[in-house]
């Protein structure tokens, strides 16, 4: 079992910044990828950015050169700095391992931490 931890979301202004946390912990599998996803009210869950083992990283087009992904694979954690934000990017921020044993593939997914962006 695998818990996955996020901290610094909050409240901030528009044009603001933040930078979001996640530790994972437990009994750690091979890992494939790390990445953050986002909810709205009312919206489907989204990607907001992932990076692969691989060494493949992908951002969501709405956030792309404000925010940045960052993993330490040896610490088993993955931050996301996002700049100049906007209302719109309000929503509860999940933290996402996705794992291999073998042939299998599993997801992991933290409890999430709320971004709000208002003035």
């Known amino acids: 079992q695998v818990e996955l931890v996020e901290s610094g979301g909050g409240l901030v202004q528009p044009g603001g910044s933040l930078r979001l946390s996640c530790a994972a912990s437990g009994s750690i599998f091979s890992i494939n990828a790390m990445g953050w996803y986002r909810q709205a009210p009312g919206k489907e869950r989204e990607l907001v950015a992932v990076?692969?083992?691989?060494?493949?990283?992908t951002y969501a087009e709405s956030v792309k050169g404000r925010v940045t992904i960052s993993r330490d694979n040896a610490k088993n954690t993955v931050s996301l700095q996002m700049s100049s934000l906007k209302p719109e990017d309000t929503a509860i921020y999940f933290c996402?391992?996705?794992?291999?044993?073998?042939?299998?593939?599993?997801?992991?997914w933290g409890q999430g931490t709320q971004v709000t962006v208002s003035s």
């Open positions: 990076k692969h083992t691989d060494g493949i990283t």
């Open positions: 996402h391992l996705r794992y291999y044993i073998g042939a299998r593939v599993g997801d992991y």
